[in-house]
């Protein structure tokens, strides 16, 4: 049997052109210019369907081999090599350290092989995320033959998007099994996919046939199952998480950051204890052709100094716009508003401005305060009583 080939291409791409891809311009997300590394041309006929779907959607590919003279990268070869893992590690993952390995299953596997090794997986437990995988679900089990990896659960930048089942195990299918396997169950993770904290994304695959054409259009049935599918669920798989690694989905934007007191529309230069005052942001999503409104309902906003003073969820009016209004806190110093908004699938967003807060001035006082009342009653019939006894002192016969 051939060794196993990873995907690279989303993998490489991703590094190579999503660090534009980080920032928002008024036209959408930039980069839409891939390098494409094969080791053999042939595998632009043989993935030509995921190919043609990543170029209808506008990405410019350019496919070179990886020993081209011309381009100063290192080959990455057939299995994971060294610098695959390496590359591997750094995005949070680690291939099992036999070269040989591959993912086995005897019971989720697909009935093609009923002879077989039972390396052709029919996987069905994908990550229960709409801005990954889009919001129609995928029906038919997606087909999976390659290397298992495990993520890193110290790593929460890592998400399985397709894990293995309870049954599977990573083994080389054509030696006797001597010990016990050490990628084991739902552990193992079939695809893989990584938002660094600049927001560029990575998706790591232990098997390039899961891409290829003939997967795309194969049926399935899962062993042991009555239900048997026309296609596979490959194609919606690739479609949907090359949307989302590419940007196209689940990139958040935020612009016209405002704010001022109440009844104001001119953002001062500094705050007095005890202001009210209104915080307003715009929040916008790529649809892949267009900005849309962000409409959720856990944006928050924090006005920071050491520690949250306030920490308020904000409103939205459902046309990107979201406020929240409150009274600044009755302490005075270098204050902060701050937006951090974190959300599975999503890009990041980190707002930050400083403001300072005084304290009031000393005509800015109130002249008669009404909680002090009694202590102004106490003292004018004190300094009365006091009158009313030097009257009668000096005038008492």
Known sequence: MAAPRVLLLLAVASLLAVASLGDASGEGPRGRKLLVLVDDLAVRSSHSAFFGSLQARGLDLEFRLADDPKLSLHRYDHSASDLIRGIATECGVDFDEDPEAMVIDHINYASSEVEGDHTLIAGDDLIQSDVILGSKKIEAPVLFRGIGHAANPSNSLVLKVLSASPSAYSANPEAKLASVPSLTGSAIS?????????????????????????????????????????????????????????????????????????????????????DDLEYSVEIYEWSGTSWKPYVADDVQIQFFMMSPYVLKNMSTDKTAVYSASFKVPDVYGVFQFKVEYQRLGYTGLSLAKQIPVRPYRHDEYERFITSAFPYYAASFSTMGAFFIFSVAYLYHK
Not at 204 to 211: A, K, M, Q, R, T
Not at 224 to 231: I, T
């Open 190 to 274: 079939l695809v893989s996919v990584m938002q660094a904290r600049n927001n560029a994304r990575v998706l790591i695959s232990g098997s390039l046939d899961l891409f290829s054409n003939r997967f795309l259009k194969s049926g399935v049935q899962k062993a042991g199952s009555k239900m048997s599918h026309d296609k596979a669920g490959n194609e919606q798989f690739v479609t949907e998480t090359s949307k989302w690694v590419f940007h196209e989905r689940g990139h958040l934007k935020a612009v016209n950051v405002k704010h001022h007191k109440v009844g104001e529309t001119n953002e001062p230069s500094m705050y007095r204890i005890n």
